[in-house]
């Protein structure tokens, strides 16, 4: 049976004042997948998420999530639909606990589940993370930067979301631990069962963990097929993988 479309990004197009940086932008994410958006600085992959999410209008064009239009819905009323977003450095609320934050991103969901039920949660999130669980009474802000990214991963998934939008997750880690985070999305989507879009400058780990990829450049989508095809078309692999073709 074929799967559901989650998300279908129809012919966006976003600004930044007079400066058009999204230009149609066509693109869809079927339930259960990752799909990675790959491409340069500056490519507008944030913006198409921001545009996604709600946090920056689009001004043409329409999302849909879950069958639904939410091109002019704000961000505050795209969560309880069943959308969350990690946001590119993270940000987390650096003054309150590792604990308080992971109640945060259960908030919308209260009273209709309960404490009990949502501390059940935040023990499986120590589960999955649990270095998390030995600094649970420690301040976000003091945590180093894996453990916030796993913070702010932790924090989005109590929001029980059908999809969870990832920003440079990897960004400014050392390699070995945005290796680990990255494993972790792949775990999230099978354990979970969590579809995920995933931002990632590193486009050889986010190829390695998704099931299809879309190449934005300028505003943009300039390629788009499955990992493993992006993974040895020679083009993807001059341009994003370090491969001299």
């Not at 693109?27 to 990675?36: D, T």
């Not at 001004?59 to 795209?78: C, L, N």
């Not at 003054?95 to 259960?106: K, M, R, S």
Request: charged share 20%; proline share 4%; glycine share 10%.
């Amino acid at each position: 049976m074929a799967s559901k479309t989650v998300l279908h990004v129809k012919n966006v197009t976003a600004r930044y004042g007079p400066i058009e940086v999204l230009h149609g932008i066509t693109m869809h994410v079927q339930e259960g997948e990752i799909v990675s958006l790959l491409g340069s600085n500056g490519a507008g992959k944030t913006t198409l998420l921001n545009c996604i999410c709600g946090l920056h209008g689009a001004k043409g064009g329409s999302v849909e999530f879950d069958g639904r239009d939410i091109t002019t819905i704000p961000a505050e009323k795209v969560v309880p639909l069943g959308m969350a977003h990690v946001p590119e450095r993270r940000q987390i609320f650096s003054t309150l606990t590792v604990e308080d934050n992971l109640w945060l991103g259960a908030s919308h969901r209260m009273p209709a589940v309960s404490k009990k039920e949502i501390m059940h949660e935040i023990e499986s999130i120590y589960t999955r993370f649990p270095i998390l669980g030995q600094r649970r009474q420690q301040l976000g802000g003091t945590l180093s930067g894996g453990q916030q990214q796993m913070l702010a991963m932790g924090r989005a998934l109590l929001a029980r979301p059908k999809l969870l939008l990832l920003d440079e997750p990897s960004l400014g880690l050392a390699p070995l631990i945005a290796k680990e985070i990255l494993e972790i999305v792949r775990e999230i989507r099978s354990e979970w069962g969590t579809t995920v879009l995933l931002v990632e400058q590193n486009a050889r780990a986010a190829l390695a963990i998704a099931d299809r990829a879309y190449i934005l450049g300028t505003g943009s989508v300039m390629m788009e097929g499955s990992a493993k095809e992006m993974m040895h078309d020679p083009r993807v692999q001059s341009a994003y993988l370090g491969a001299h073709v």
